[in-house]
């Protein structure tokens, strides 16, 4: 059974409500989480690939990532938990998860079944929420993976029309 129904948060994948790429982050995270996300990503066999600018190389433990120079390039992780979705986490600080989906990717009841599965093994695995928040819109989330329940929930009212 799906956690959301794509006619009950459609507006929200909106691409000119949202924007193309919005931002999903965990808040409060620390150097284990990071470690334990990649961790995650290992053993799921989900496709992926890390790159430092034009360089792509193999995975580095996230202590040896989220300690480079402050004037070095931001690394990215590149994940893709079935092949047609894709999730980029950026390496920007210890404290806080973060990675885009593309809106374009995720229209439709099945693909909001993929979403809602990557930040619902995310927030298992760390036992924090999972948060989605519109393109550029920083703390204002409208759906995200909630510990308690231990399930993707909306977060936010739909736009009155």
């Not at 989906?101 to 298992?124: N, W």
């Amino acid at each position: 059974m799906s956690e959301l129904l794509w006619d009950d948060v459609a507006h929200f994948f909106d691409l000119g409500l949202m924007g193309s790429l919005p931002d999903v982050r965990v808040p409060d995270a620390s150097l284990e989480d990071w470690q334990a996300v990649l961790d995650l990503i290992g053993e799921s066999g989900w496709k992926c690939q890390y790159s430092e600018g034009d360089a792509v190389l193999p995975m580095s433990r996230a202590e040896a990532v989220l300690s480079r120079p402050v004037d070095a390039e931001c690394p990215e992780l590149r994940v893709w938990p079935p092949a047609e979705v894709l999730a980029i986490f950026r390496f920007h600080a210890a404290e806080e998860i973060d990675f885009d989906v593309d809106l374009r990717e995720l229209q439709g009841q099945e693909r909001l079944d993929v979403l809602c599965g990557f930040p619902r093994a995310i927030g298992r695995r760390l036992g924090k929420p999972v948060l989605m928040d519109p393109e550029g819109e920083y703390g204002h989330p409208v759906l995200g993976f909630d510990v308690e329940s231990d399930r993707v929930v909306l977060l936010a009212e739909p736009p009155v029309t």
